[in-house]
Structures are given as C-alpha cells and as structure tokens.
C-alpha cells in the first residue's frame, strides 16, 4: 500500500508541473493587463512603469514563473493584486466555503442517486426503469445554472419560501445558513443525481448479466441475498470512480452555481480574479484546484479494495 500511495504521489508531480506552466503561461494571454486597470484612464508611461516594477511584471515570463514556483514551494502563492491580501489564505477560506456546497450536494446525491439507479437495473424495462431513465436524462439535460434561477424564480421570489441572495456562514447561524445553502445545494443534487443514476444503472446491469450472479441464483440463493452480496458491491467501483470525479470537479469550484447564488466561494474567487486581472490569485485557485483533483482521485483509487476485493493496490 505504502508504495503505491508513494507511486502515485510522485506521478503526480509531472503533472502538477505541467498544470502550473500552462496555468501561469495562458492567464498572461488574457487580453488587457492589471496595472491599466488600477491605475484608470488618466495613466502615463512614469506611473505604468513604476506600478510594472512594484508588481513584479517587468520581468521576463520565465523569471516571473520561476519566482513564483519558489515561492509556491515555500507555501507562498504570492499577493493579491487588487487587495493585497495573501493568497494562499484567501484561497483556503474561499474554499473551505465551496467544501460545505460540495460535500452535502455530492453526499445527498449519491445516497439518493446510488440505490436508485441500482433498483432501476434490477428491475430493467419495467415502467419503473423507464420512469428513472427518462428522469435522469432530463436531469442530465438540464444546465445548472438555468435549474438554479428556476428554483430562485419559484422558491424565492414567487413563494417567498427561500432567501433569494446572499450567505450566511452555518457555523455561526445554523438555521439561517442552512436556507441559504438550499437552493444551490438543491440545483448541484438535482444535477448530478442525473448523471449518477445513468452510471449506477449501467454498472449494475453489467454485474447483473455476469456468470457468478447465475450462479449465485442457481444455488438457491433468495433475489435480495444475491443484489446485496454479489451486486451491489462490485457495481458500485465504477461509480466510484466517477463519484471522485464529480467531487473533484465541483470542489475546484462551482463558479455557475455560486454565480448565480452570489455564494463567496472559490468558483466566484476564480471568477472575480478573471474579471479584475488578478494574476496571483488566479493563478493560485487553479493551481489549488489541480491539487484537488490529483488528491481526490488518489482517495478514490485508496478507496477501490473495500468495493472490489480483487483490486490491489500494489
């Protein structure tokens, strides 16, 4: 187990290398630059210079990486542009924001999504799997961003039921948190239970035409005793693996849907960087995201022997 944490570990450094030359190297194509638009209209070449000079961008591109991948090996993403805050705990708060949508969208999805993409296979071609078919690909269909001004028109403004903007920590008001994150929580599960129900289906239809589940039949095993020892697990690894990538992607920021909510999470972060030029920051979120991923997917990986048996992590 030991050395294949570590070969996934170093595996991930290449990577993490390339991700971060293209992310420093494709934000500066962005079309204008920071130091105009802090300084406005009235500017001149004194002032242009002078303010190039202080940010570090007169440099070379290669020096600029150079200095700011030293600086992320010493913990260091840099300052912030326009605030001057650092961004290495700027990053982390506006996360740990996107962590608390995520991970109860994804947990409720699955729980939700999991049993009932299964219970459709199991029940294949009965007006009950054609119902979930039909629902999940809806679902699928339906943009995020579009399923989440839908719940803001019905719930928030014409019933008054939900508030409409803003956030509200649930660490320091539970109640009033919890009706913030409903609407948004709401618009990601719905999302995703589409995708989810289709690969949990998929998956256990495959396991279910296998010869040991006949076999398992034929020695007289009762309908559940066979779904639960023999299928349902060994369904489940492929929707694992897309259940990390699901986790991954939202976790690296769910810019519509905080968007739409005006949630400060790191979507939004990676969103008002974009618009403000502020290359630290940015480069920073994406550089974090990349990370996530390479994390989540080796948890997912790690994870795969308590689905599978026959799967070794060596």
């Given at each position: 187990?030991?050395?294949?944490v570590?070969s996934?570990?170093?595996?991930?450094?290449?990577?993490?290398?390339?991700?971060?030359?293209a992310?420093?190297?494709?934000?500066?194509?962005i079309?204008?630059?920071?130091?105009?638009?802090m300084l406005?209209?009235?500017?001149?070449?004194?002032?242009?210079?002078?303010?190039?000079?202080q940010?570090?961008l007169?440099?070379?591109?290669?020096?600029?990486?150079l200095?700011?991948?030293?600086?992320?090996?010493?913990?260091?993403?840099?300052?912030?542009?326009?605030?001057?805050?650092?961004?290495?705990?700027?990053?982390?708060q506006?996360?740990?924001?996107?962590?608390?949508?995520v991970?109860?969208?994804?947990?409720?999805?699955?729980?939700l999504?999991?049993?009932?993409?299964?219970?459709?296979a199991?029940?294949?071609?009965s007006a009950?799997?054609?119902?979930?078919?039909v629902?999940?690909?809806a679902?699928?269909?339906i943009p995020t961003?579009w399923?989440?001004l839908?719940l803001?028109l019905?719930?928030?403004?014409?019933l008054g039921?939900?508030?409409?903007?803003?956030?509200?920590?649930?660490?320091e008001?539970?109640g009033?948190?919890?009706?913030?994150?409903?609407?948004?929580?709401?618009?990601?599960?719905?999302h995703e239970?589409?995708?989810?129900?289709?690969?949990?289906?998929?998956s256990?239809?495959?396991?279910?035409?296998?010869?040991?589940?006949?076999?398992?039949r034929?020695?007289?095993?009762?309908?559940?005793?066979?779904?639960?020892r023999?299928?349902?697990r060994?369904?489940?690894?492929?929707?694992?693996t897309?259940?990390?990538?699901?986790?991954g992607?939202?976790?690296?920021?769910?810019?519509?849907?905080e968007?739409?909510?005006?949630?400060?999470?790191?979507?939004?972060l990676i969103?008002?960087?974009?618009?403000?030029?502020?290359?630290?920051?940015?480069?920073?979120c994406l550089?974090?995201?990349?990370?996530?991923?390479?994390?989540?997917?080796?948890i997912?990986?790690?994870?795969?022997?308590?689905?599978?048996?026959?799967v070794?992590?060596?």
């Amino acid at each position: 187990m030991t050395r294949f944490v570590l070969s996934r570990l170093i595996s991930a450094i290449p990577t993490l290398f390339l991700v971060s030359l293209a992310v420093f190297t494709l934000i500066r194509l962005i079309p204008g630059d920071p130091v105009s638009l802090m300084l406005g209209d009235n500017i001149d070449d004194t002032a242009y210079e002078a303010m190039s000079h202080q940010l570090g961008l007169d440099r070379p591109i290669p020096v600029q990486f150079l200095l700011w991948l030293q600086g992320v090996f010493q913990g260091d993403l840099g300052r912030s542009i326009t605030t001057g805050q650092p961004v290495l705990p700027l990053v982390l708060q506006r996360f740990a924001i996107t962590a608390q949508l995520v991970l109860v969208a994804v947990g409720l999805a699955t729980l939700l999504a999991v049993p009932l993409g299964m219970l459709a296979a199991w029940r294949q071609n009965s007006a009950f799997d054609l119902g979930v078919v039909v629902g999940a690909t809806a679902l699928m269909s339906i943009p995020t961003f579009w399923m989440g001004l839908m719940l803001l028109l019905f719930f928030g403004l014409q019933l008054g039921w939900l508030p409409v903007l803003g956030y509200v920590s649930p660490f320091e008001d539970f109640g009033a948190g919890a009706l913030y994150l409903i609407m948004p929580v709401a618009a990601l599960v719905l999302h995703e239970c589409g995708i989810l129900v289709r690969m949990a289906r998929a998956s256990t239809l495959d396991v279910l035409r296998l010869d040991y589940v006949t076999h398992a039949r034929a020695k007289g095993l009762t309908e559940g005793q066979v779904l639960r020892r023999h299928v349902f697990r060994n369904a489940f690894g492929p929707t694992w693996t897309l259940l990390g990538l699901i986790l991954g992607n939202l976790l690296g920021g769910v810019a519509v849907v905080e968007t739409v909510f005006t949630i400060p999470g790191l979507g939004r972060l990676i969103v008002e960087s974009i618009y403000g030029r502020d290359y630290p920051v940015l480069q920073g979120c994406l550089l974090f995201v990349a990370v996530t991923y390479v994390v989540v997917n080796l948890i997912v990986d790690l994870c795969y022997p308590l689905f599978d048996p026959r799967v070794k992590t060596t």
